[in-house]
């Protein structure tokens, strides 16, 4: 069965760090591109980051490029999400999702793990 | 960036009525449109990709058509279980970008 634990997320001040997890497992996750969507409250779902199944691209929405960094370390199965200057509309549950290929859809998504940025 | 353009933003319908959800793409994306459903507190589930393939376990009263930039989401024979909001998404091309959502609910 394949499964998406999200974890690290939390309350951080503007303009602080915070680093997100993703743990996968049940498929062999160097297999496949990982992604991060983030949900505001009460709002629609905007896709935030990409990375391919090697690491070796990586794609970003404009708002949190240069601000937010997507990594993954095969060996561990973990996904993450490096996010510096945080900003108040960063406030957002966000999905760790499996894709099944590149330019696809996102077939498996996690719990989500919920960021508040405010001061 | 694509824009999508979903309808309607909510939806009320009776159990085992037909209904359809409507998504415009702001430029061809030649069937690369997902559909997703997300129950109250939960995270999305994927439905239907490639337009029109239904994903594995969902329920063929499901179903999705379409091509261009018009595509739809038919649920048939409603239950009360298909309460929840439901999104489209292209993956033609980066960025990714989803419909703002439909609402559906039970009468």
Redesign the interface.
């Known amino acids: 069965e394949v499964q998406l634990v999200e974890s690290g997320g939390g309350l951080v001040q503007p303009g602080r760090s915070m680093k997100l997890s993703c743990a996968a497992s049940g498929f062999t996750f160097n297999n496949y591109d990982m992604?991060w969507?983030c949900q505001a409250p009460k709002k629609?779902?905007?896709?935030v980051a990409?990375i391919s199944y090697d690491g070796s691209s990586t794609?970003y929405?404009?708002s949190v490029k240069g601000r937010f960094t997507i990594s993954r370390d095969n060996a561990k199965s973990t996904l993450y999400l490096q996010m510096d200057s945080l900003r108040s509309e960063d406030t957002a549950t966000y999905?760790c999702a499996r894709q099944?290929g590149s330019?696809?859809?996102?077939?498996?998504?996690?719990?989500?793990t919920l960021v508040t940025v405010s001061s | 960036d694509i824009q999508m353009t979903q309808s309607p933003a909510s939806l009320s319908a009776s159990l085992g009525e037909t209904v359809t959800i409507e998504c415009r793409a702001s430029e061809d994306i030649y069937n690369g449109l997902a559909w997703y459903q997300q129950k109250p507190g939960k995270s999305p589930q994927l439905l239907i990709y490639n337009a029109n393939s239904l994903h594995t376990g969902v329920p063929s009263r499901f179903s999705g058509s379409g091509s261009g930039t018009q595509y739809s989401l038919k649920i048939n024979s409603l239950q009360s279980e298909d309460v929840a909001s439901y999104f489209c998404q292209q993956y033609y091309d980066y960025p990714f970008t989803f419909g703002s959502g439909t609402k559906l609910e039970i009468k």
Do not use: C, K, S
């Not at chain 1, 330019?103 to 989500?112: E, I």
């Open positions: 992604a969507v629609g779902l905007e896709w990409t794609y929405r404009d999905y099944d330019l696809v859809w996102f077939a498996y998504w996690g719990q989500g």
